[in-house]
């Protein structure tokens, strides 16, 4: 398989050769490398991609989970190619900024909105809003859970970094080189969907002085393909928080704008005094957006804690999202992906049962994985025991080889957009199917 997808991407190989005397990797951004060398995409349209070899895709990458409106959607275009015409920056507020703000507030039931460009800018954010309102320095977050690239939360993603890890509680464990110790140590994780260990280590932490200013999560884990909370684990975790005056982030810069109209606040019911937006919310512009409760945005009102960015708010990411959220990405527009989902899901699900493969199909919205393990998944160490990176690494392939995009990896999910049909979901059971029948043949 990896023989034949080299044979497919001639083009991507030259492009990797030129690439890489410029760029550092042949790429723009660490997470876009690939052995032996990366996809390069020329266009896109609705579900489907084309790569620069001209191989036609249908699109279950979508950007990261970021193109959930489809690519090149006419609506969005029109808004973006309007604004452009009138000027695409000012570091000045627009009335777009405004409606976007008042739309995210109706959805989350959170009254206050500041912009970013990205989802590390986000969290980033969110979580000096909370330092400041709490005047507290620790933060604790999920293990194996990913918020961005900035220090505060490159901390205990992977453990496979031994080489440093021996030198390091695994708790508080740099993701890479670089990362200062001094804020690593800052950071706690604990394990997701079990709030008593998180309170035990929360109480140990306020013995020790280091009572944690707030805790940050994906409400849905999404980046070890899916891990769902377990029924009453987000309510008791709300609870906690709440009795120890600890903030609750939300990250819901993958669950936000791909779970439901409302995120997982609407999905799970359960509202944290902040949340974090960014991928879908820009319709596939650099955007990204930070709401909270008016006690949370208290110090940023009173321009005591600073949130800045020459970018916040530019002009055509807003006219963007204000199309995005008014006209394409409407709660009808949900119902429609928890539609095209279970179809998905189900096609997998019985492609599993009709092979005794060991696996399950998972997911919310227009999110979900088939993932490769004879265990349910449930937190980061069950995941890292459990799910078969090489099967990973072999569905990539086949995938690749018959004409669906997938992101590389273990850690990542499908994402539908509402421009998926019933025929592309078939699709890709159609080839889960191929690639379970050759394993068990
Ligand atoms: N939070 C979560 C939950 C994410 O999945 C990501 C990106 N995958 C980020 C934050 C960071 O977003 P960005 O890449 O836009 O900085």
Avoid at 35 to 54: M, N, Q, S
Avoid at 154 to 164: A, C, K, N
Avoid at 194 to 217: N, Y
Wanted: net charge negative; aromatic share 8%.
């Amino acid at each position: 398989e990896a023989r034949r997808l080299d044979e497919r991407t001639q083009g991507s190989r030259a492009f990797y050769e030129r690439a890489r005397r410029s760029l550092a990797g042949g790429v723009a951004s660490s997470y876009q490398t690939r052995d032996p060398w990366p996809i390069y995409l020329e266009r896109g349209k609705g579900a489907r991609v084309w790569d620069v070899d001209g191989n036609e895709l249908i699109d279950f990458h979508n950007g990261f989970g970021s193109m959930v409106q489809g690519h090149a959607h006419p609506t969005i275009t029109k808004a973006v190619n309007a604004r452009i015409e009138l000027g695409t920056h000012f570091a000045a507020p627009t009335e777009d900024a405004i409606v976007v703000g008042e739309e995210l507030a109706r959805r989350w039931g959170l009254p206050k909105w500041r912009y970013v460009n990205s989802g590390s800018e986000a969290t980033m954010d969110a979580i000096r809003i909370a330092r400041a309102a709490t005047g507290r320095d620790t933060i604790v977050k999920i293990f194996g859970s990913y918020h961005g690239h900035h220090d505060y939360v490159m901390v205990s993603i992977g453990v496979e970094y031994d080489r440093i890890g021996d030198r390091f509680d695994l708790a508080s464990l740099p993701y890479g080189l670089g990362i200062p110790r001094a804020v690593a140590e800052m950071t706690v994780a604990v394990p997701f969907n079990d709030a008593e260990a998180m309170e035990r280590r929360i109480e140990r932490l306020i013995e020790e002085g280091r009572a944690p200013a707030c805790v940050i999560m994906e409400a849905a884990m999404m980046n070890l393909g899916v891990v769902l909370p377990e029924p009453g684990y987000l309510e008791a975790v709300r609870e906690i928080t709440r009795r120890h005056g600890i903030l609750l982030i939300f990250d819901e810069v993958k669950t936000g704008l791909c779970i439901a109209a409302g995120g997982a606040v609407e999905r799970f019911g359960v509202r944290p005094d902040l949340v974090t937006l960014a991928k879908a919310l820009g319709g596939g512009l650099p955007s990204g957006a930070i709401g909270g409760t008016e006690e949370a945005f208290e110090l940023v009102e009173a321009g005591k804690v600073v949130q800045v960015g020459t970018y916040n708010g530019n002009p055509l990411s807003m006219a963007a999202a204000r199309a995005n959220l008014l006209e394409v990405l409407t709660p009808a527009a949900y119902a429609h992906l928890d539609t095209l989902n279970d179809r998905l899901m189900q096609g997998c699900q019985a492609v599993i049962e009709k092979f005794s493969f060991p696996g399950y199909a998972v997911g919310v919205g227009s999110k979900g994985c088939v993932t490769f393990s004879p265990e349910r998944i449930s937190d980061y160490a069950s995941f890292k025991a459990n799910q078969d990176a090489e099967l990973c690494e072999l569905a990539w392939l086949y995938n690749m080889n018959r004409g669906i995009f997938m992101t590389p990896g273990r850690e990542e999910e499908w994402t539908l957009s509402i421009t998926h049909t019933f025929a592309e979901c078939d699709r890709f059971v159609a080839v889960f199917e191929e690639l379970a029948h050759d394993l068990t043949a």
